[in-house]
DNA sequence: GTCTATAGATCGATAGAC
DNA sequence: GTCTATCGATCTATAGAC
């Protein structure tokens, strides 16, 4: 039978689940054995950096995700608006259609902000200026494209939060419906 | 010279700081004598329920303040538009244009989710329905003014994720502005 | 009411056997 | 690599003097 965990990377996704069901600080080191279904010193072995780097390689990962999956392609030299269309599919299938939280966003309102504050804003400000780029060659003006973007950004984030306070993950749907819909009209 | 704290309420604003600023697991009983100046006995005798009882406590105190300042001019009988608009103002003057997060949406996104998760979503839903009745009396279409409403609360929260994650409040003015307007617009 | 002292549990991290 | 045992620190909460 093949092993659940072979090596550093396996352990991601179970350490991404914790963090976001538990945020940072209150992600023990117990919690997160049970969740990988490995002991401290396979952990340690991992991550010499114990929680912190953990919770950094998680980062890393979300980042590298939104890199290949939403940033590249909107980045790309063509097709702007296909790209901004695949964006809002990449991000309703990211969050489990509002069921899943976004743990940058947490990370930035919560704890752990001063730990990561560089990655949390390097993913955030890559993100508006994707977008950002994305609309301006789609034929938006290049001063208000930037404000769109942010606004674009902000509505996902809030739709988040929003469709976590109300135990309503349609309200992100619902939401982002209109925050789409809105970029993509002139 | 007068006490600082002479009553339980006195402790409020300080417990609010530090819960905005270390999330709820994170606000360690040491954190919380510091910044109140009382040691625990005293703690514990204003609130017997420890941490739980402060956090409590505190969103208790944030609702009573929306209520007073945002929910109800928006549920009066007269002057939707302005009650709008002075919800905006309420809204910047609260979170100090993007310089203090909504320990509200940061509970419903970290931890201490199942623990408040009936304050979080009372406020939430309060908020969201308030703003659609100002919006229906403002001669708003009934069917669109709970979207409008929740695109509109899931913008400002969303704003303060943006603001927070790239340490720039600035951006919460600029998006909220950017909500507003599009309140306003027929 | 407010304090200090401290209990009892849990934390992150380490050591060392295998 | 993975485990168990355990360290010292820190946590929440309580007890009791004043």
Redesign the interface.
């Known amino acids: 039978m093949p092993r659940v965990v072979a090596e550093r990377a396996d352990t991601l996704p179970a350490l991404a689940e914790v963090f976001r069901e538990?945020?940072?600080?209150?992600a023990s080191l117990t919690l997160i054995t049970e969740a990988t279904g490995l002991g401290k010193g396979s952990l340690y072995h991992f991550f010499p950096g114990g929680k912190q780097e953990m919770a950094s390689a998680v980062l890393a990962e979300i980042d590298s995700w939104f890199a290949a999956n939403v940033f590249a392609p909107l980045e790309a030299p063509d097709e702007p608006r296909r790209a901004i269309t695949s964006m809002f599919d990449a991000v309703d299938q990211y969050f489990h259609s509002g069921a899943r939280?976004c743990l940058?966003?947490?990370l930035?309102?919560?704890?752990g902000?001063d730990l990561f504050?560089t990655q949390?804003?390097d993913?955030?400000?890559r993100w508006?200026a994707a977008l950002a780029n994305a609309l301006i060659r789609s034929g938006r003006d290049r001063r208000q494209a930037t404000?769109l973007a942010?606004?674009t950004?902000?509505?996902?984030?809030?739709?988040?939060?929003?469709a976590?306070?109300?135990?309503d993950p349609s309200?992100f749907g619902?939401?982002v419906a209109?925050?789409q819909a809105?970029l993509a009209a002139p």
């Open positions: 538990h945020g940072y600080g209150a939280i940058v966003g947490a930035a309102l919560g704890d902000r504050q949390v804003q993913y955030f400000a508006v404000g942010e606004e950004v902000a509505g996902i984030q809030g739709a988040i939060v929003l976590r306070a109300l135990d309200a619902r939401t209109k925050v809105r």
